[in-house]
């Protein structure tokens, strides 16, 4: 079964963005729009346990000089979160 790409709106408002299925390519799109379509906010990607995936995710947050943290505390959890700006 092949994995579904999709936007959901988790407990605290915080949307997710999930990536598992996506190409490299289609990745730097997804992370464009779902970071312009959810400015303000606090976001959640999440990337599975490529350390290649989130250093692309990362790099495109760094575009928009948002604070994100990679893979919650210990940063080796499939996710990265970024913190709206205040």
Known sequence: M??????????????ELDLHGSNYEQVILKCHKFINDNWGRDLKIITGNSNYMKRIVSEIINKYRLQYVVGGITGIEGYIIIRRKT
Not at 2 to 15: G, L, M, P
């Open 2 to 15: 092949k994995a579904r790409n999709f936007t959901t709106e988790k407990e605290d408002n915080v949307k």
